[in-house]
């Protein structure tokens, strides 16, 4: 197998633990292990203090899986399997994808989404998602257009990193209506559900509505608990979890039964932790927008619908990718340029999930302040 390097995870290496401040950080203010463990309830505690550390289930440890079936319609225990999250990308598509397949995948995107179907000798087509004067917009037309003749696999992923979009329902389901016409499986990374700006937006899980539907979530975004390395896959085919689970015997065999139990111990306080999220992400935004209204001239700023993230169009001198260099040269702040995610030129993308974000742009203002006060 041939792939690219990770253009993004090889920029986080560079930068991520020398810059002061993480200006486009995905994930959500992490919590402490004694955080967590503050919010568990006595059967978790006991559960944590007489934990053995050997090896566990593949498919995951059963109340952890019985946790998150508990949070999806039509899904049981033995529809959900365990695996890290970049894991789990890698043994789905592994196991459904063939060389020569046809695969549809949404861009820009998290960049596994399309490479590894490439690296396995795929035919992948871009669905480019459309910036507009409303905010970030999909084309259905280009869709059906995509989907038609033999396609294996369209992936997915709302809400959208790195833009913060989120379809209507009636896309949703018009998304889900076109797959099943053409006997397309659906593939949907789902990491940032559960941080809908409005919850009556919230999408259900591609699993739950679709009966060739494979969900992707895991602790790393919405639950703040990336350092688990816990995530699952969810779907109504049990013969497509189990068929998962054997390529899983090539890659980690089981995960960690520490994060398993700790995961556990999020999920079942998860609307705490999302409440907590929201507030942070919602006071992140009111700076970020006071902020580039300031730069207005500098930067055309889309708030996000949904997650913890926006994809911001440069207008100033320069690329993106140069401000993004002098950014955390100068000020130690490092800040994601779109070239990350082949969108090279214009965009940078903002997290808005660190409590930290107001300090950043402290530096950020006083950066523009004096590298751009003629502009």
């Known amino acids: 197998m041939s792939i690219q390097p990770f253009k993004l995870e090889r920029y986080y290496a ?30 978790s505690i006991t559960l944590w203090q007489n934990l053995g550390l050997g090896y566990t289930e593949s498919q995951g440890n059963p109340l952890l899986r019985e946790e998150i079936a508990h949070g999806q319609t039509g ?54 998602m459309q910036p507009g004067s409303q905010g970030w917009q999909l084309n259905m037309d280009r869709l059906e257009e995509l989907l038609s003749g033999k396609v294996r696999l369209l992936v997915i992923n709302f809400p959208h990193n790195p833009t913060g979009f989120l379809p209507s329902r009636a896309q949703f389901d018009q998304i889900v209506a076109l797959a099943r016409a053409k006997n397309v499986m659906i593939f949907s990374d789902e990491m940032y559900r559960m941080l809908e700006l409005n919850p009556a937006e919230r999408l259900p899980s591609i699993s739950e509505v679709y009966e060739q539907g494979l969900g992707l979530s895991g602790m790393s975004k919405s639950f703040s608990l990336p350092g688990l390395r816990i995530g699952w896959l969810t779907s109504q085919s049990e013969g497509l979890i189990r068929d998962i689970v054997g390529y899983k015997d090539y890659t980690t065999i089981c995960n960690s039964a520490p994060s398993e139990l700790l995961a556990l111990i999020g999920l079942q306080n998860r609307e705490r932790i999302v409440a907590r999220n929201l507030e942070i992400i919602r006071a992140n935004i009111t700076a970020a927008t006071g902020f580039f209204e300031k730069y207005r001239n500098l930067v055309e700023w889309q708030p996000p619908q949904a997650g913890s993230i926006a994809f911001p169009r440069w207008l100033g001198p320069g690329s993106a990718e140069d401000l993004c260099e002098a950014s955390v040269t100068q000020q130690g702040v490092m800040i994601v340029p779109g070239s990350m995610f082949d969108q090279p030129g214009e965009r940078f993308r903002v997290g808005l999930g660190r409590r930290n974000f ?3 742009l402290e530096h950020l203002d006083e950066f523009f302040s004096i590298t751009y006060s003629g502009v």
Request: hydrophobic residues 45%.
């Open 75 to 128: 899904i049981g225990p033995k529809n959900v399997l365990i695996a890290s999250p970049e894991e789990a990308i890698f043994v789905a598509m592994q196991t459904i994808l063939r060389p020569g397949d046809r695969v549809v995948a949404i861009a820009p995107a998290y960049q596994s989404l399309h490479e590894i179907a490439r690296s396995i000798g795929c035919e992948v087509s871009n669905w480019e």
């Open 358 to 360: 107001p300090q950043a």
């Open 14 to 43: 560079r930068h991520e633990f020398n810059a002061r401040y993480m200006f486009s950080s995905s994930d959500c203010e992490s919590l402490s292990l004694q955080e967590l463990l503050g919010m568990a309830s006595p059967a």
